[in-house]
């Protein structure tokens, strides 16, 4: 008969590497013994006189006594034949405690989902801001060409921009000189159509241009 170290009480989720079997194995036994684990928030545990019982009743089943010859030996009396170590799934002692043994993993699982809800929504929200600053470009835009037919529109739209103070983004700028945001980019101040172009700081992923009235200098010129 197998011999064990003397331990106040165990998990149940430790007497299947304590005798090598599995959960079923174990809640087979337990009925078979007719015993009633201690329960601790959402663990269950057996006592050390509940575990000296379990002892017995593996060593002798390692003799290659059958669930009821081991039982018999053991003085136990149930009306029940165990002879597989295997049970229904639908035991109502076995859905109970497979239920608290991994009630705190699914605990911890909701808790890791909830993070992962709140950091979709933190990303959400940045998109959401994201989009609304391409539609609020857009509306600008939309602002300052006042007509695509019109030949001057370019200069009109500059003009807006110059009149009212308002800094145009890369790509804003880009399409009002039906040039690529690119080649702007290698550029830290040009002049085009009378006016003069400074970058300064940033908007989101693009540069910020600030419009101003040339002034005669001799900053570059745009291709």
Known sequence: MASFAQ???I????????YGIGRTAVYTRIQALQ????RKGNKAFVTSKQLKLLDELH????????????????????TQEFDTEQRSTKSPLSSKLFTEQYSEQSLAKGEESSALVTSLAALMQEVTRTQEQMRQEQRQMADLYRST??????????EDAYQHGWQLSTSQLAQILGLSPKNLGRYQSFERF??????????GQQATWTVTKEDGGTEKEAP
């Open 149 to 158: 037919s019109d030949p001057l529109a370019p200069q009109r739209a500059l």
């Open 35 to 38: 015993i009633e684990p201690l």
């Open 194 to 203: 009378g006016f003069t172009f400074t970058k300064g700081g940033r908007q």
């Open 11 to 18: 998990a149940l989720s430790g007497l299947q590497s304590r």
């Open 7 to 9: 331990i106040d009480r």
């Open 59 to 78: 060593g002798l089943l390692e003799l290659g006594n059958s669930m009821s010859e081991a039982l018999e030996k053991m003085g136990c009396q149930t």
